[in-house]
């Protein structure tokens, strides 16, 4: 019983770590957006016939060395590009340009080309969709989880149970933060599947819970 | 026996799978064409209608008189004739330097939001670049994608004004809420279903409004009116009625003109006064047409909601239209699949090293559980997005936990019902989001829920049958 206290006391002190080195890490560094969500500049080029990808990501690399850069393929045809990077200057553009005209025989004039501002997203207009859905969805939870546990404590299990939802959640935001993965597409999904995965746990503990509790009685 | 029925059982999981993985392929018109239905994505990962909407810079140009009344008819008109006549060429932009500033760009885009809100839009991206003002939208592309768009460049402005002056006698700021309406017209000319965009004023519009039905009403009680639309209308008449009226009334008769973003609506006068606060404006005529009425009804709910949500306080123009495909190839989401599959072909070996000939059936149902969840979500027609397909995983996950479990020498009904307990919160929670009307969050939750339910349809039937017919039946059911 010791032992167990003893690394559940390893473990929650390891957590606290992490998550308050997050905590500093966001709130020194900030997060790290996916260009997507990032201010970007992007510039169109119709090219007139279909292309590849890999062969405008070739020519992206000479001409915008060391960014990260997005090339989606514009309009049903596919015959119009679009490059979204961190920062495009003319320069770069007028040799984009020249290579792409060099490859694909197409005479686009730089002149021509405009450079747009892509503006960033909000963090918060990302998360807003999906916070009255969680809210919905934790509350009945936590009703279904104070009537199926209530032989547990009421209180303490729906307490043991919002602690543990926003501990993994915080975790996982600290990871993220630490290891400087970008908030893109992906971190709501991961969210999601840590709030799937934590509830079978907490229901797998619950449950071992309650039959001992039943037992014992 | 017990040998054919697992192989029955086995090729149909063949057949299954190869259904799902490669697909069913018919000759149609020299080509072979792939009858199985396609998945159906997201914007997330099929691509996007992506619009930019930039602050207006043109300008409106207005003639006035020496009162300050604005002139009608005046375009052709040099401008010696106009100093002549005493009237004042304005130039006004329609967005002055007062007018573009952060405040109002994030105020205009909150209404855009709100515009997209209202006319169900169940995902999209709005970037504001508080710079210049201009707004980004992505939309997902489908059958209403442009009817939507048609109302984000809206300014919503509405006006009652004075046909003859032009003076603003109600605007925006009295309106209260906007919203469809539907009756049944009684008129024997024109029987059928009438739409009508029914405008609520608040409380100081509604006296407003009463006052201009007083003084806009009608100076003899026309009896060739329609009485129905006299009825239905709450005491107004449409442009159409008006030309009925006789020419003498209608130099008397004072008539005020409605507008919404400049653009005229209907010109009318009232048959008595309108105590009510609220208008009623008929949309096109009554109609037993389905088709019809939908279309009178799509152009009431653009109306409604665009002076629902209020007034943009920037003029904004459609600059970019276009769709942009995803980022995300299909191919790497073919990658993705294959990198998935992989796990699974482990995870399986796992299972087969762990169980011998029994974790060899459970591999095989598992694979059909596979194929099965993937038609599945095809012929649902559940919206695919990266949420969906993380929920595919967790899906699979959850097989592989109960396949497992199953396989264990412990009693099958007490597995089923151990597991389903924990389940019940993630089923709350699924059942949930399969009502959110947000795609990336209801994706997730339909995958889910047609994910749990095959869980427990399928290996209650398939794998269940296997390992009885495996393990025969009388000590599958010792252990029941």
């Not at chain 2, 799902?20 to 199985?36: D, F, H, S, T, W």
């Not at chain 2, 992506?50 to 140009?61: A, D």
């Not at chain 2, 003899?220 to 030309?243: F, L, V």
Request: hydrophobic content about 40%.
């Amino acid at each position: 019983m010791k032992e167990t206290s003893k690394k559940t006391k390893i473990v929650a002190f390891l957590i606290a770590i992490i998550v308050i080195a997050g905590i500093i890490v966001t709130l020194t560094i900030g997060l790290r957006f996916d260009l997507r969500y990032q201010t970007a500049k992007r510039i169109e080029l119709y090219l007139q016939k279909e292309f590849n990808i890999e062969d405008i990501k070739k020519i992206t690399d000479e001409t915008i060395p060391n960014q990260e850069v997005i090339i989606q393929k514009v309009e049903v045809y596919e015959d119009s590009v679009s490059i979204l990077s961190n920062d495009i200057t003319e320069e770069q553009k007028s040799n984009l340009i020249n290579k792409i005209n060099e490859k694909y025989g197409v005479a686009l004039s730089a002149d021509n080309v405009e450079i747009t501002t892509v503006p960033h997203t909000r963090g918060r207009d990302i998360i807003r969709p999906y916070v009255i859905p969680f809210i919905i969805a934790t509350v009945i939870i936590l009703v279904y989880m104070a009537i199926r546990y209530h032989r547990l404590g009421i209180i303490k299990t729906i307490i043991k149970t919002i602690l543990t939802l926003i501990v993994t959640q915080a975790l996982l935001l600290s990871i993220i933060a630490i290891i400087r993965i970008p908030i893109g597409r992906f971190t709501i999904p991961m969210v999601l599947a840590v709030y799937v995965l934590t509830l079978i746990g907490i229901t797998s503990s619950f449950e071992k819970k309650l039959k001992d509790s039943i037992e014992k009685e | 026996m017990k040998k054919v029925k697992i192989v029955t059982i086995i090729l149909a999981i063949i057949a299954i799978t190869m259904v799902a993985l490669l697909g069913v392929y018919i000759p149609v018109q020299n080509r072979m064409e792939n009858k199985v239905k396609k998945y159906s994505y997201a914007m997330d990962i099929e691509g996007s209608r992506t619009i930019r909407l930039r602050v207006n810079t043109g300008t409106t140009t207005t003639i006035k008189d020496a009162e300050g009344k604005v002139v009608e008819d005046t375009e052709e008109l040099t401008d010696e004739q106009l100093a002549e006549k005493g009237y004042v060429k304005e130039v006004i932009p329609y967005n002055s330097d007062d007018v573009k500033n952060v405040e109002n760009y994030r105020a205009s885009q909150k209404i855009i939001e709100k515009r997209l809100e209202k006319l169900g839009v169940d995902n999209y991206i709005i970037k504001l670049d508080e710079e210049n003002g201009d707004i980004l939208i992505e939309l997902t592309e489908n059958d209403a994608t442009d009817k939507i768009i048609s109302n984000l460049n809206t300014t919503g402005k509405y006006e009652i004004v004075d046909s003859e002056t032009k003076e603003v006698l109600l605007d925006n700021s009295y309106i209260k809420s906007a919203a469809v309406m539907y009756g049944s017209s009684n008129s024997t000319s024109n029987a059928g279903t009438q739409v009508y965009l029914d405008i609520e004023f608040n409380e100081e519009g509604a006296k407003k409004l009463e006052e201009i039905t007083n003084t806009y009403v009608k100076k003899e009680e026309d009896n060739s009116a329609d009485e129905t639309t006299d009825e239905t209308t709450n005491e107004t008449t449409d442009e159409t009625t008006a030309e009925a009226d006789s020419t003498e009334e209608k130099e008397e008769e004072k008539t005020i003109t409605m507008n919404i973003d400049d653009e005229e609506i209907m010109t009318t006068s009232f048959d008595e006064p309108i105590k009510t606060g609220g208008l009623q404006l008929s949309v096109g005529t009554a109609s037993t047409d389905a088709k019809t009425l939908q279309d009178y009804i799509t152009r009431a709910s653009s109306m409604a909601t665009v002076l629902d949500v209020g007034k943009m306080p920037v003029k904004y123009d459609l600059d970019e239209n276009e769709f942009v495909f995803s980022d995300i190839e299909h191919n790497e989401i073919q990658i993705a699949k294959y990198v998935a599959l992989g796990i699974v072909a482990v995870a399986l070996i796992v299972l087969i090293i762990k169980y011998k000939s029994t974790g060899i059936l459970a591999a095989f149902s598992y694979v059909g559980f596979l194929s099965i969840l993937i038609l599945i979500l095809r012929y649902a027609n559940v919206v695919l997005s990266l949420e969906g397909l993380f929920g595919i995983g967790v899906v699979l996950v959850l097989n592989y936990i109960l396949v497992n479990q199953l396989l264990k020498k412990e009693k099958i009904g007490t597995t089923y019902k151990e597991f389903f307990i924990k389940m019940i919160p993630i089923i709350i929670l699924v059942i949930t989001f399969c009502f959110i009307k947000w795609t990336p969050i209801s994706s997730f939750g339909m995958v889910m829920f047609w994910g749990i339910a095959l869980i427990a349809a399928y290996n209650s039937i398939v794998t269940n049958s296997l390992l009885k017919i495996k393990e025969g039946r009388e000590n599958r059911n010792e252990r029941n």
